[in-house]
Every structure is written in C-alpha cells, then in structure tokens.
C-alpha cells in the first residue's frame, strides 16, 4: 500500500477500498484495516470518524511547512556531510546518482515502474551521511514517506526533474570539493525552487484562497 501510495496508484485524497485491496494482495480485510492503521500513524492515511479512510490530501500551505523544515535542516545536514564523507562515500553517491539518471531515462518514458521502486534517494543519502542522529531520525524516520510524497509531486514535471539532477550534481561537486558552505547554500537554494515550483501546482486551502491568497 505504501508503494501504491508512492507510485500514485493510491492517488492524494482518494478513498481507501478495503475490499479491492485485500483482493488485489490476496489476503483478508485484517491485514488491510491494520496496514491503514500503521499508515495513519504515519500520517499517509486520515479518517474522520464514521468516515471511510483517505489517502492524505497535498496541500501548498502543508508543502511549504514540510519544505521549510528541511531547508533548514537538510542545509545543515549537507554542511556536516562535506566535512564527514570520505572519498570513497562521495565517488559512490556520484555512482548511484549517475545510474539512477540512465535508469529513469531508460524506463521512465512509459511512467509505469510498479515493478521496480526506485531505490536511490538523493537526499537521503546526504542525510544519513550527516552524523547527526537527531537530524536523521527527523528526516529519514516516520515523516519520510511525507515527504516523499511531496517531493515525488515536485517533480512530476519533466523540466524540474531535469534541473533537480542538474542541482544534485552541483551540491555534490561542492561536497567533493569540501566546500560546507557553499554545498549548504546549494541544498537550500534546491529545495527552495522545489517548494516554490510544488506550491504551483497545488491548491491552498479555500480560506485562504477566498482572501485573495
């Protein structure tokens, strides 16, 4: 379900079907209801009572809270990771980020890959290459699947998918280069264009909107 998600299958604010899910997974209605519980908890599902169970809803003003946050932390996370990656750990990234490209331009015309979850996370790498446990368990535990639901959206357009590799490419050249500040102000300044590209492309709520905003 957490791939359905993902992968848009379980699209932003649809409803849950129980049914058609255990019969897609071949399993009871059980499993499904205690799978909607877990992501719940994660806050991928809401339920208000005597509801039936939704997918969350993507929202501009919840993109730019989710996206401020991590200016600020992933910026420093970054920082930190140019002074503690080794050599060795930078040339693997460059690797991985330079196959997940041929990849995704191998198999990304069809926009299908259900069978083959993407498994290189940019940010994530740079993350958990920070050494600060506190900013990895903000970023890296249960408020990741957020947030790369939010990510996935900002980057549905094929022009911003090319820039966000492009922005990739020069944060880690400033990591290489053992450049913190400059791989800092890089970090930011991408995750900045994103927020600012998803909150384009996403409804704020209609209070805000009947204001004007």
Not at 18 to 40: K, M, N, T
Not at 79 to 95: C, F, G, K, P
Request: charged residues 25%.
């Amino acid at each position: 379900m957490l791939e359905a998600i993902y992968q848009g299958r379980l699209a932003p604010g649809g409803v849950i079907n129980e049914v058609s899910l255990a019969q897609e997974f071949g399993v009871s209605r059980g499993p499904v209801r205690e799978a909607i519980r877990r992501l719940q908890g994660i806050q991928l599902v809401t339920r208000e009572p005597y509801q039936k169970a939704r997918v969350v809803s993507l929202s501009a003003e919840s993109a730019l809270e989710l996206f401020q946050m991590r200016m600020a932390l992933e910026g420093v996370a970054c920082n930190l990771a140019t002074h503690r990656m080794s050599d060795e750990e930078i040339s693997q990234v460059l690797s991985e980020l330079e196959q997940d490209r041929r990849n995704r331009l191998i198999g990304g015309g069809n926009g299908q890959g259900r069978s083959a979850p993407r498994a290189f996370d940019f940010h994530e790498r740079i993350v958990r290459a920070c050494g600060n446990q506190r900013i990895i368990h903000a970023l890296c535990g249960d408020l990741y699947h957020l947030l790369r639901i939010y990510r996935r959206h900002s980057g549905t357009v094929l022009e911003r998918k090319h820039d966000a590799y492009d922005e990739h490419w020069q944060i880690l050249r400033a990591i290489k280069a053992r450049d913190a500040g400059l791989a800092e102000s890089l970090m930011r300044s991408h995750i900045e264009r994103a927020a600012r590209h998803l909150s384009e492309h996403l409804p704020y709520p209609e209070a805000t909107t009947s204001r004007g905003g």
